[in-house]
């Protein structure tokens, strides 16, 4: 029958008795082209396993290799909902999530953990110089971070007022400048390079922060804006950032604003601006040294 045919033909295939092959190949051609593919598949493994090698050699395990199209940092702010901060005094659940934001970022900056003296040092609550801790290729291991206190930010630390002010209708934000592998910001070179209205924020040793209506219709409805932190905006002593492998326990500065006047039931929008010679920005990047927010306190 046709198919007892099929049927012997196949398994003949499979196994060929009289030739000793196994799939149409006899032992020794097995072994050949196996041996072959091992060989080749072996070569290309060697050939990307060194030019991985290569490659890493040319890397630091401390800094970027090029960091030549590296954008200046940017700024940020908590809460970070959206860009948009909406809640009502007399509704403790419109802000209790912003609260909750806020103490859970500034968690990190708790004085029971800065409290190891082979980890943190006192960096002085003035603006001060660059800390110079070495050169990122050196052999001085683990770098010491400054210690920055919540005592700093004032009615902002959460120390006093558990409810940053939103309970009040005074909100509070946390603003930061992101890290940047040794990078190390500049102060304004001279008043004329920022606009006349943040000039008086230009001092020694900080990269000042000047924030103001987004909008002209809003002007005269934001009402007074205060600052807290070390000179009101971000000290040098407090940079470079030397990398999470050589400064695992490092603290961003950060300066605290609370909005103590605003008009309420309007929705307002705030710019915020960092001034510095190697800072720019860019009409892309909403977040590339400033930012803007939305807020309106209802009551």
């Known amino acids: 029958m046709p198919s007892d045919k099929d049927d012997a033909g196949w398994k003949k295939f499979v196994w060929n008795s009289e030739k000793g092959e196994l799939l149409g190949r006899t032992g020794g051609s097995w072994f050949k082209i196996t041996l072959f593919y091992v060989i080749f598949y072996g070569c290309l493994a060697g050939v990307f396993i060194g030019t991985i090698q290569a490659m890493l050699q040319t890397l630091s395990l ?3 290799t090029w960091q030549d199209r ?12 959206k860009a948009e901060v909406f809640f009502n005094t007399k509704e403790m659940e419109t802000y209790l999530p912003y609260v909750k934001v806020m103490r859970d970022f500034l968690s990190q900056y708790d004085d029971e953990k800065q409290t190891d003296n082979m980890q943190f040092e006192d960096c002085g609550d003035q603006p001060g110089d660059y800390k110079n801790r070495g050169d990122l290729e050196s052999d ?4 010491k971070a400054c210690r920055f206190s919540k005592t700093l930010l004032g009615p902002c630390s959460g120390l006093d007022d558990p409810d940053y002010g939103f309970k009040q209708g005074k909100p509070c934000l946390i603003v930061k400048l992101n890290r940047i592998v040794n990078f190390r910001p500049k102060p304004p070179y001279s008043n004329d390079s920022i606009p006349e209205e943040a000039q008086h924020k230009v001092q020694a040793h900080v990269i000042p922060l000047y924030c103001t209506n987004k909008k002209e219709e809003d002007a005269g409805k934001i009402g007074e804006i205060k600052y807290y932190g070390i000179g ?13 492998r050589l400064h695992p326990h490092y603290l961003q500065p ?8 605003l008009t309420m039931n309007t929705e307002l929008r705030i710019e915020c601006k960092v001034f510095g010679e190697n800072i720019y920005y860019n009409e892309k990047d909403r977040y590339q040294g400033r930012f803007d927010i939305k807020i309106q306190v209802n009551s």
């Open 62 to 64: 401390y800094k970027p």
């Open 70 to 81: 590296v954008a200046p940092p940017g700024l940020t702010h908590t809460p970070h909902d």
């Open 140 to 143: 001085m291991g683990v770098r």
């Open 232 to 244: 009101e905006g971000f000290p040098l002593q407090y940079y470079p950032y030397y990398g999470k």
């Open 254 to 261: 950060l300066v605290a604003l609370q909005f103590t006047n």
